[in-house]
């Protein structure tokens, strides 16, 4: 699995011309999920992006998690970020699963996010969204599984 992870102000995701979530400031989570990706994959990676410590505490200095400061989570499903770029001008998606692969694992990493504690909303699976960032610094991460 692979994240892009990106601190925000706040954020909003919207199908159809409708709004289908929204956040205050946290986290944006772009997730990719590969083939070969497993539950285990989306445990760590839910546990390692919700305590990646890339808040400011009072010194200005990233000591802080998304649990420390009780931040809203936006979780997107994006298999684009396993888009493999090296040869031609058109992305390759070969690693990226198949929904019948990815919409399951995409679900538990989101109840392995909610079981924190922490607000979670998501997009809609393989729907066209809208994704509206304010990113925050910026600070944007590659975050993955293995």
């Known amino acids: 699995m692979r994240a892009i ?14 709004v289908v979530a929204s956040i205050g400031a946290g986290l944006v989570i772009l997730l990719g999920v590969k083939a070969d990706d497993s539950v285990d994959d989306a445990r760590y990676l839910a546990e390692k992006c919700i305590n990646l410590r890339i808040f400011s505490d009072e010194q200005g200095k990233f000591n802080l998690s998304a649990l420390d400061v009780k931040g809203d989570i936006l979780v997107i499903s994006q298999f684009t970020v396993y888009g493999d770029t090296r040869k031609g001008r058109r992305p390759s998606f070969i690693e990226a699963a198949t929904p019948d692969i990815s919409e399951p694992l995409y679900d538990q990493f989101i109840e392995f996010v909610a079981d924190s504690g922490l607000a979670v909303r998501s997009g809609r699976f393989a729907a066209h969204m809208l994704v509206e960032i304010y990113n925050d610094g910026p600070v944007t991460l590659i975050v993955e599984s293995k």
């Open 5 to 18: 992870v990106q601190r925000v102000s706040k954020a909003s995701v919207s199908v159809d011309d409708e």
